[in-house]
């Protein structure tokens, strides 16, 4: 069998004016994870990242810390299927007309930029919502992002060779998704897969011909070692 390690990101930079770049912890959980892989994971046969920045330097970093200790640099592959889903476009798009008697949403909305609590209840506002919904070409439909991720996740796996690894860094949406796909649960699944995405956290699918089972899901276990052992204390991180 081959396998295919899912990574999410490493930590981004929530709170500040660009989101989309690793925060110093997250460099730190970078590259831990590219020498928690070189050192349990062999052989390597490549690194598939997402466009995003947060995507490719958290690839990036692993690879410099698997070249680290192999000696030898893996093959980084950009692949925008691997992308984030637009979340923020979501938000804007769709919870302005979502009804809120309480208040509650526009409370969420308003602090969503500085709270990653209301953040996240945001976006659990308009995932529902955004399923859905219809086809609307000013935003990626569900049936779009759900068909991207599995055109994704299939291609991958078909090219990585027997008995190697592939490592695909991408984000928390996509990732629940392929898990979701993998599974066979239903669609609204993915929201409740989504929001308990760790940082860096280890989705590992194991392959052979057409047939994907998920080995296991979000795991930072390896983090939350590698932190005790080096007096590097809160490397579990969501957002």
Not at 29 to 35: D, H, K, P, S, Y
Not at 39 to 46: D, E, H, L, M
Not at 184 to 191: I, K, R
Request: hydrophobic share 45%.
């Amino acid at each position: 069998m081959a396998s295919t390690l899912l990574i999410r990101h490493a930590q981004a930079s929530f709170g500040t004016a660009d989101y989309d770049r690793l925060s110093a912890l997250g460099i730190v959980q970078a590259r831990l994870a590219g020498e928690f892989l070189a050192t349990t994971v062999r052989p390597i046969a490549r690194i598939v990242t997402g466009s995003l920045a947060r995507q490719r330097d958290t690839a990036t970093e692993i690879a410099a810390a698997v070249t680290q200790v192999m000696g030898q640099s893996p093959d980084i592959i950009l692949d925008q299927r691997l992308d984030e889903l637009c979340i923020d476009e979501l938000i804007a798009r769709i919870a302005p007309g979502l009804d809120d008697p309480t208040g509650e949403i526009a409370f969420d909305l308003a602090n969503a930029k500085t709270s990653s609590r209301s953040y996240q209840k945001a976006i659990r506002h308009v995932f529902a919502k955004w399923q859905a919904m219809p086809g609307d070409a000013a935003i990626e439909s569900w049936p779009a992002f759900m068909a991207r991720a599995r055109t994704a996740i299939r291609e991958i796996t078909s090219r990585t060779p027997r008995g190697t690894t592939t490592i695909a860094v991408s984000s928390g949406a996509l990732i629940a998704a392929v898990a979701q796909h993998v599974l066979g649960l239903p669609g609204e699944a993915v929201y409740t897969l989504f929001e308990a995405m760790r940082n860096c956290s280890i989705t590992h699918l194991l392959h052979s011909r057409d047939r994907i089972s998920l080995s296991s899901f979000n795991d930072t276990t390896y983090l939350a070692a590698m932190g005790m052992t080096r007096s590097l204390p809160d490397l579990v991180t969501y957002r």
